[in-house]
């Protein structure tokens, strides 16, 4: 015999007795005493509630059904996600960071240390990908200082050179509120690192602070476009001109949302950002799918080159890999245009602090991974692969991550979310709600006040110096003394891996185009 609870029985009683226990204490406070009429009102206002939600509001079924208990089950869905983050999820299952990974930046960028005791709480089930050590590791004072310049295959007056292989990715003054854009610029410059501005138009907080800024120019082109939405050369080249701007990144496309342009929500568009990106402030602003000049692989090798050319910086472009074949064709218009960007990020599916429509965020693009690999392969099989830069994007939050990325042909990584983390973000997942409750994705004044800025820059730079110590250390047991010498190698890749199967396929089909 199983026990149920019939909570239609339930509800139509809890219906009856509300209104029967606000006459009850009316009588009681007219006939004992005057404070029953405190219960009175109390129940009095919950019998109009109940009414509306049975009898005049349409839109909610279970408040029709159920009346005020109905409510209950809006009440438990809204904190669903945050009763199973603190007490029911596990240390490793959440998504899309667990608990274990956010903990490790937490710790990094407070400056505690993150080592662990008893064991990692990850699977060793050759079911992960691990990074190899070497029988023989390289003294730390034998390991050559990171360094990368971008424009030097090109040989222009204006590289730009890198010291440490992380900067902060793309991430707008509009997506984030100008608190968070101000800690990360400021702790940025201090930890020595570049930041990309995202497509946020003219990046007016980030030239604040005075480091070193990557341009992003959106398709929407805001803060260099033309009112027909073309690139406005003179826009450009006097926003080139500002010292902090280092160089452009021509976004192609984005790992949250490949073949959709930029979006950013009704709700997070101040006046401020409203004249900045020149759009009105009561709808959403959702970008072109491409570049107006951008509609062939020879029409976009030719603007990558105008761009160059306008800037006079180093010139990059961001895309998710879609089609490999794609990719290929476009590397190959390159060469016959003898044109080349000077460094190409990967965003891989996984990247995400961008507002999407789910259906892109969980089903489209290229993973990080395998596309790294194809990217490599293609660059180097053509010959072309010291006439670029490869920058690596997509969850790359914690050092092995990105020391894999680097592996699979990546010279540099980007992050978004894991200086998110560093800031504070708890993974409440509201960033396009305007409600971020520790003030890193929202305008509200009320909300941003919670991210002091100073304190969260100290954060930036902690985390940035957490990574770098892991950096060396990984040099160092992987037997390497010099960056530029990591390769596959050194990855265990067990066969029955997802990245195992796409690479295999991608070596299987890379055979077959050579034999026919």
Do not use: W
Request: one cysteine or more.
């Amino acid at each position: 015999m199983s026990a149920s609870v019939d909570l239609h029985k339930i509800s139509k009683f809890a219906n009856l007795a509300i209104p029967s226990l606000a006459g009850l204490f009316f009588l009681g406070g007219h006939f004992v005493s005057f404070y029953f009429h405190f219960l009175t009102v109390v129940f009095l206002i919950l019998t109009i509630v109940n009414l509306f939600y049975m009898f005049v509001q349409k839109k909610h079924a279970i408040l029709r059904n159920f009346g005020i208990l109905g409510q209950a089950r809006y009440i438990l869905e809204s904190v669903g996600p945050e009763m199973r983050q603190y007490l029911f999820a596990s240390d490793t299952e959440e998504r899309p960071f667990s608990r274990v990974e956010r903990s490790d930046i937490y710790r990094k960028s407070k400056g505690v240390d993150s080592a662990s005791s008893f064991g990692s709480q990850l699977n060793f089930d050759n079911s992960e990908i691990k990074v190899r050590h070497s029988m023989y590791p390289s003294d730390k004072e034998d390991i050559v200082q990171f360094s990368l310049t971008f424009g030097e295959e090109r040989g222009i007056e204006q590289t730009f050179t890198i010291r440490k292989p992380y900067m902060v990715s793309a991430m707008s003054y509009g997506a984030l509120g100008v608190n968070a854009v101000k800690a990360l610029s400021r702790g940025a410059k201090m930890a020595g690192i570049a930041m990309n501005t995202g497509e946020g138009g003219i990046p007016k907080y980030h030239m604040e602070e005075g480091g070193d800024l990557i341009f992003q120019m959106g398709t929407a082109k805001f803060g260099v476009r033309n009112e027909d939405g073309t690139l406005n050369d003179e826009k450009l080249k006097k926003l080139a001109a500002e010292p902090s701007i280092k160089m452009i990144e021509v976004k192609l496309s984005q790992g949250a949302k490949p073949g959709k342009g930029g979006l950013l929500p009704k709700e997070k568009i101040s006046k401020e950002i409203s004249e900045l990106r020149g759009v009105p402030m009561n709808r959403d602003v959702v970008s072109p799918a491409h570049h107006k000049e951008c509609v062939c692989k020879k029409s976009t090798v030719a603007f990558i080159k105008h761009v160059q050319d306008v800037s006079e910086l180093p010139v990059g472009i961001k895309l998710c890999v879609g089609l490999t074949s794609e990719f290929r064709q476009l590397v190959e218009e390159m060469m016959l245009q003898d044109v080349f960007p000077d460094y190409i990020a990967i965003d891989g599916a996984e990247g995400g602090t961008g507002a999407a429509p789910k259906a892109f965020m969980d089903g489209y693009g290229m993973p990080l991974m395998p596309a790294l690999y194809s990217v490599n392969n293609i660059l180097t099989e053509l010959g072309v692969r010291d006439r670029t830069k490869i920058i690596a994007a997509g969850k790359l939050i914690n050092s092995s991550q990105q020391f894999m990325a680097l592996a699979l042909g990546a010279d540099a990584i980007y992050s978004a979310r894991g200086f998110m983390l560093a800031l504070g973000c708890i993974q409440s997942m509201l960033c396009g709600s305007n409600t971020c409750p520790v003030g890193i994705t929202t305008h509200d004044p009320d909300l941003q006040r919670g991210l002091v800025v100073e304190d969260k820059a100290k954060r930036i730079v902690n985390y940035v110096n957490g990574l770098e110590h892991d950096f060396y250390e990984m040099l160092a047991a992987s037997g390497i003394r010099d960056a530029k010498d990591i390769n596959i190698d050194q990855l265990y890749i067990p066969n029955d891996t997802a990245l195992a199967d796409q690479i295999e396929y991608l070596l299987e089909k890379h055979q077959s185009s050579l034999i026919s």
